[in-house]
T-cell receptor, first 113, second 112 residues
Framework: LAKTTQPISMDSYEGQEVNITCSHN???????ITWYQQFPSQGPRFIIQ???TKVTNEVASLFIPADRKSSTLSLPRVSLSDTAVYYC??????????????FGRGTQLTVWP | DTEVTQTPKHLVMGMTNKKSLKCEQH?????MYWYKQKAKKPPELMFV???????INESVPSRFSPECPNSSLLNLHLHALQPEDSALYLC???????????FGDGTRLSIL
C-alpha cells in the first residue's frame, strides 16, 4: 500500500504560483499519481494524473522525479476560487489488476486577495 | 453539475430505519465506488464494483449493503446504522479502477 504525505495547509495570494508536494516513498512500478480538488459539500474533482516526468493540462502541471518517490502539483496564477482541499492519490495496481485507491490527508490551500 | 448523480442529497434517519442511497452514471464506466467522508477528513474507500461485481469490500460493517443492479446504477442499502455513521457518502465511477474517478456531490447522512 503506497501511503502519501502532504502538507496540511498552505497559503498564497492571488496571481502567485502554488506548488504542493506529495511524498509516496513506497510507490510501486505500476502505480499512477493522481491529484483531486475538493470544495466544501462537493465531491472531489480530478485535476491531473501522471506516471513519470512532467504532465501539463489547461489547469495544472504535475512534476514527477525519476525515482517517483514524490510529486509536485503546480497551480499557475491562483485565484480566490482555487481555495480548496487538494488530495494526492496513488493507485495501487495497474493494467488488468484491480487496485485499491486511497486518498492522502489532503492540503488545504487558502488563496488571499 | 456532475456526471455522477446521487440521490437523495440529504437524508436523516433513525437507527432502526432502512433506507437506500442511489448513484447513477451514463458515461459507460465499468468501475463504481462508494466512499465515506467525515468532516475535515479524506474520503475513505468502502466498496469497489467492477463490471457489476463486487471486487473490494474494505471491511465495512454489514449494516451497509451495496448493490449494483446494472452498469449505470449503484445502490447502498442502510439498516440499523449508528450515530457514528453520520457522514457524507460519495459515489464515483471510472473507466477502470486506476483511472481518474468522477465523483458525485454525495449524500449527507445524519443518524439520529
Amino acid at each position: 500500500l503506497a501511503k502519501t504525505t502532504q502538507p496540511i495547509s498552505m497559503d498564497s495570494y492571488e496571481g502567485q504560483e502554488v506548488n504542493i508536494t506529495c511524498s509516496h516513498n513506497n510507490i510501486a512500478t505500476n502505480d499512477y499519481i493522481t491529484w483531486y480538488q475538493q470544495f466544501p459539500s462537493q465531491g472531489p474533482r480530478f485535476i491531473i494524473q501522471g506516471y513519470k516526468t512532467k504532465v501539463t493540462n489547461e489547469v495544472a502541471s504535475l512534476f514527477i522525479p525519476a525515482d517517483r518517490k514524490s510529486s509536485t502539483l503546480s497551480l499557475p496564477r491562483v485565484s480566490l476560487s482555487d481555495t480548496a482541499v487538494y488530495y494526492c492519490l496513488v493507485a495501487e495496481g495497474g493494467g488488468s489488476t484491480l487496485g485499491r485507491l486511497y486518498f492522502g490527508r489532503g492540503t488545504q490551500l487558502t488563496v488571499w486577495p | 453539475d456532475t456526471e455522477v448523480t446521487q440521490t437523495p442529497k440529504h437524508l436523516v434517519m433513525g437507527m432502526t430505519n432502512k433506507k437506500s442511497l442511489k448513484c447513477e452514471q451514463h458515461m459507460g464506466h465499468r468501475a463504481m465506488y462508494w466512499y465515506k467522508q467525515k468532516a475535515k477528513k479524506p474520503p475513505e474507500l468502502m466498496f469497489v464494483y467492477s463490471y457489476e461485481k463486487l471486487s473490494i469490500n474494505e471491511s465495512v460493517p454489514s449494516r451497509f449493503s451495496p448493490e449494483c443492479p446494472n452498469s449505470s446504477l449503484l445502490n447502498l442499502h442502510l439498516h440499523a446504522l449508528q450515530p457514528e455513521d453520520s457522514a457524507l457518502y460519495l459515489c464515483a465511477s471510472s473507466t477502470w479502477p486506476n483511472q481518474p474517478q468522477h465523483f458525485g456531490d454525495g449524500t449527507r447522512l445524519s443518524i439520529l
